[in-house]
Every structure is written in C-alpha cells, then in structure tokens.
C-alpha cells in the first residue's frame, strides 16, 4: 500500500533553517506529483509548493524564494528545504501525492518558529 512517512521539522528561531523530508513507498514515485501543504494555527491548510515529474516545481507567494522543493527518484523521496524562516510559517506540514486517482498524505510534521 501506499505509504508517505515524514521526517525533519521542529523548532527553529525566525531567520533560521529547517528541512522536511517525505519518503514514499508503494507506488510509482517517478510519475508522482508530489506537494507540500501546511495548516496552520488557526486551522487554514494551504499548498505551499508543489513539483511535478519533470522537476518543474510551484510555490505559494508567501514562501518564494524562501522554500525550495526537490526530490530524488532514486531514494523515493521528496523535500522542502525552508530558509528564512518567519514566524507565520509556523504549521504542521504534510507531504502529499494523488496516485490513480485517491490522495495520500504523510502523517504531519509540525514546524514551530519563535524566538
């Protein structure tokens, strides 16, 4: 079955850097779109980025140039590497894929920025 297992997140001070990663398993993951999203505290849940198979990636405005998607089809993996950290980046993330057809998510990594 298809599993998406989370790792990374924490706590981190505003300005500073944190790197999720999302490692998946039972499916193709090479033809994965596979996305980040966030909710926040006052339970709004919002995409932050995104990459498609090919590598091209999106981003919410509020984290360009902030926030970076990669992945590694040889690992099965994907990760948002977060610099620039800001106080409203605090949220539980999940990595997310559609595979034929159904959703799957991690199971949350919760990210907390605070001085």
């Known amino acids: 079955q298809v599993r998406l297992v989370q790792s990374g997140g924490g706590l981190v001070q505003p300005g500073g850097s944190l790197k999720l990663s999302c490692a998946a398993s039972?499916?193709?993951?090479?033809?994965?779109?596979m996305n980040w999203y966030r909710q926040t505290p006052e339970n709004q849940r919002e995409l932050v980025a995104t990459?498609?198979?090919?590598?091209?990636?999106s981003y919410v405005d509020s984290v360009k140039g902030r926030f970076t998607i990669s992945r590694d089809n040889a690992w099965n993996r994907v990760y948002l590497q977060m610099n620039s950290l800001k106080p409203e980046d605090t949220a539980v993330y999940y990595c997310?894929?559609?595979?034929?057809?159904?959703?799957?998510w991690g199971q949350g990594t919760r990210v907390t920025v605070s001085s």
């Open positions: 990459i498609s198979s090919d590598g091209s990636t």
């Open positions: 997310n894929a559609r595979y034929r057809g159904t959703d799957f």
């Open positions: 039972g499916m193709n993951f090479k033809i994965v779109t």
